[in-house]
């Protein structure tokens, strides 16, 4: 306990990987324990060219905590500790995973539902990133979300020659953050539910099936399929000049 004379520092860094979906989640069936409606399936991406270094300290001196991303103060974190998370990438753009590294930090090896639960709380795809490769976040049925967990479906040898390519267009934060546009979706969405009851699991045992067969026409293809959020065929029937752009 801090008695006032005590002005140690205790400090942790850790390294951990982004991750980008090929098969999204969105809408969090509990928002607390961070579960989402659907499963997930990502591609781990190379730390060597992305990752997040979080460093977390603690001390008796530290009069309220404070957050730093990418050297700057965050405002309105509220943490039992200071943190400091480093993007190797120019900014908060949205590559999913890792943003706290918290399941690393707390050194959690033994158990895959606890680490899980952990990288949650950071960010909900960020338990993604506990593995390399390819990864499924299964959304699980319990309601403490003890069976909600990242599984690895193959390791990063498994198709050493995808390439991805991350271009960034824009540096502007987005306007509405995942968090808010995921609540919104499940208030308001007639088709949310459909689609995760309905389509997303057929996509996912494609989208593994791709993977295991590293059949690059059909990952791709499910891949843009799953991150435009549309269904096709895409037919247009009104004239462009109709939309107004
Ligand atoms: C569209 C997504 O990238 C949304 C990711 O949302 P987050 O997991 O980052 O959301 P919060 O837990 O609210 O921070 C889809 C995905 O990565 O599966």
Not at 119 to 139: E, P
Request: with cysteine; proline share 3%.
């Amino acid at each position: 306990m801090a008695n006032g004379t005590e002005n140690w520092v205790m400090m942790v860094t850790a390294q951990t990987p982004t991750n980008i979906a090929v098969i999204k989640y969105w809408g969090k069936r509990d928002e607390t324990l961070i579960l989402p409606v659907n499963d997930s399936i990502s591609v781990t991406l190379d730390p060597a060219h992305l990752c997040t270094t979080t460093t977390i300290a603690v001390s008796p001196t530290f009069q309220q905590d404070r957050m730093w991303l990418n050297g700057k103060v965050k405002q309105g974190i509220e943490l039992n500790y200071g943190l400091t998370d480093w993007f190797n990438l120019v900014s908060e753009i949205q590559i999913a995973g890792s943003i706290y590294s918290l399941g690393k930090l707390m050194n959690l090896k033994e158990d895959e539902s606890q680490l899980s639960a952990i990288a949650r709380q950071g960010s909900g795809s960020a338990c993604r990133s506990l593995y390399g490769g390819f990864v499924k976040w299964i959304m699980g049925k319990e309601e403490n979300g003890s069976d909600s967990v990242a599984v690895q479906l193959a390791d990063e040898k498994h198709w050493d020659d995808l390439v991805i390519i991350i271009a960034v267009v824009s540096s502007r934060q987005k306007e509405t953050s995942s968090t808010s546009g995921m609540r919104e979706t499940v208030e308001t969405s007639l088709l949310l539910q459909h689609r995760a009851k309905e389509i997303v699991p057929k996509r996912i045992l494609q989208m593994e099936e791709a993977i295991r067969n590293r059949d690059f026409a059909s990952f791709s293809q499910l891949t843009s399929i799953s991150a435009s959020r549309s269904e096709p065929p895409d037919v247009k029937y009104r004239h462009q000049a109709i939309f107004g752009d």
